[in-house]
């Protein structure tokens, strides 16, 4: 049974030394894909790099050393993208009587002087978070469904707070980016102390899909989260993807299209 790691949830997150603000000339990305992801641009930035950049800063923030090895051959993130499409569909007719705004809010000077506060629903699933690796694999599945869920909302500020990996933040305050790569700071220590740990992952993804017999395996739960975040961070990448509105002001539907044919 693993020891549960205590987080100090007072931590400022210029503190961690796995956080930096939007991670310049930084390796911590291990990605061939990517080799940097600068903050977008202020001023009317490329729309499709930009949304490039945010789909591989999810899909790239587990580094290729705690994946699954790429042998194994499972749903992808294209899987993910139509799925996320067909969610997100439904959820802009279920909300579309609500009157939400299409733009970002612009900051006034009473909302920098105030403190930021999450609320105690995020405050909760952010918290449980930060436990993915230590906490029951059913939990983990619940807690990465609600998280999702709330990510396909078309309304811009939870698309910015759940969605966007260079958003600025105060001292203190934190993302569901922020909290992402925080777990993989921890990840990264703890894997070094799990003998092979790629075959034990592997093995612990086979058995989870049935396509072997279950067995015992030492470090079974860590195991068990990290299956989870990695499908989440993909999970996350294709919400991004879908919502992001296009700079021509295309339809959803033919960013779908285009996907496809790209594909």
């Excluded at 591989?56 to 042998?71: G, R």
């Excluded at 006034?108 to 699933?125: C, I, N, Q, T």
């Excluded at 909290?179 to 992952?201: C, N, P, T, W």
């Amino acid at each position: 049974m693993l020891e549960l790691e205590h987080y100090q949830d007072t931590e400022e997150l210029e503190e961690d030394p796995y956080f930096t603000d939007g991670f310049p000339d930084t390796s911590f990305l291990a990605c061939s894909k990517v080799s940097q992801c600068p903050r977008p641009a202020p001023v009317k930035p490329d729309r499709k790099a930009e949304t490039n950049q945010i789909v591989n800063s999810f899909l790239c923030l587990v580094p290729d050393e705690a994946k699954t090895p790429q042998s194994f051959e499972d749903a992808g993130y294209d899987t993910y993208v139509h799925d996320a499409l067909e969610l997100f569909r439904e959820c802009c007719t279920n909300v579309s009587t609500w009157n939400w705004p299409q733009t970002l809010r612009p900051l006034e000077a009473s909302d920098m002087e105030a403190k930021f506060y999450e609320g105690h629903f995020l405050k909760v699933l952010f918290d449980r978070m930060l436990g993915i690796l230590d906490q029951p694999y059913e939990l983990n599945l619940q807690l990465t469904s609600v998280l999702s869920k709330l990510a396909l909302f078309p309304h811009p500020h939870i698309h910015e707070y759940l969605l966007d990996p260079y958003i600025s933040l105060a001292p203190g305050c934190r993302s569901l980016f922020s909290l992402l790569v925080r777990v993989i700071g921890d990840l990264m220590q703890r894997i070094q102390r799990v003998f092979h740990f790629s075959a034990k992952l592997l093995l612990v993804r086979k058995q989870l899909l049935g396509l072997v017999s279950e067995e015992l395996i030492d470090h079974l739960t860590l195991l068990k989260g990290v299956l989870v975040l990695e499908e989440f961070c993909k999970e996350l990448a294709a919400v991004a993807f879908v919502k992001f509105p296009p700079e021509d002001g295309s339809s959803i539907l033919q960013m779908d299209t285009c996907h496809k044919e790209a594909t």
